[in-house]
């Protein structure tokens, strides 16, 4: 598939298991999709060879190894569903997996990201993750939280929400960059 490329940033949550829906939305809207996916994602949610063969694209799940070719550079990045524990590494400059050294590359370069959290209401009630999300927002990253976004289920909820996670926000808020 040719056109703009977005990466679609995958962590490890239950909508991760959907990522599929995301590709397809992408897709349709013209984008060129590469997934690349959090060690989390990939051990609990994914289906690789599935994600796979929507994209045409392998899933990075780390570094490029030998004779492995570089993805190409990114229009555009979805991180989602992004979780709690990337929210606030990314936002604290930590970058001890792939998809972190990569988003922390990326917001440095100006590519535009977008962020479709998937949290309880008890984890984004935490100050800390308040200041993540304003760290990121004063970074240029468009996170979308509330309204007009995703908004946090009570704990142990996250099943009854799934189904409705708003994968097309975040598709359609990257098509305006």
């Known amino acids: 598939m040719t056109g703009r490329v977005l990466y679609l940033m995958i962590c490890g949550a239950g909508p991760a ?12 809207a013209g984008w060129s999709v590469h997934c690349v996916a959090t060690p989390a994602a990939v051990e609990h949610f994914l289906d690789l ?3 796979c063969r929507l994209t045409g694209n392998p899933v990075r799940t780390g570094y490029r190894g030998p004779g ?6 990114a229009d555009a ?4 569903p992004a979780t709690y524990n ?3 590494k990314w936002a604290a400059g930590i970058a001890d997996t792939y998809v972190l050294t990569q988003l922390a590359e990326l917001t440095g370069l100006g590519v535009p990201i ?8 008890a ?10 999300v304003e760290a990121l927002r004063s970074s240029g990253v468009e996170v979308l939280l509330g309204e007009g976004g995703f908004r946090p289920h009570p704990p142990r909820q996250g099943n009854r929400v ?3 996670y708003p994968w097309h926000v975040a598709v359609d808020a990257v098509g305006r960059t």
């Open 114 to 121: 977008t962020v479709l959290p998937f949290v309880n209401t």
């Open 49 to 51: 060879d599935e994600l």
């Open 17 to 28: 298991g959907h990522a599929g829906v995301a590709v397809g939305l992408a897709q349709d």
């Open 162 to 164: 799934m189904a409705g």
């Open 77 to 80: 990045v979805i991180v989602a």
């Open 68 to 73: 492995q070719p570089a993805l190409p550079p």
């Open 123 to 132: 984890l984004a009630n935490n100050a800390v993750f308040h200041r993540s």
């Open 86 to 88: 990337t929210i606030n």
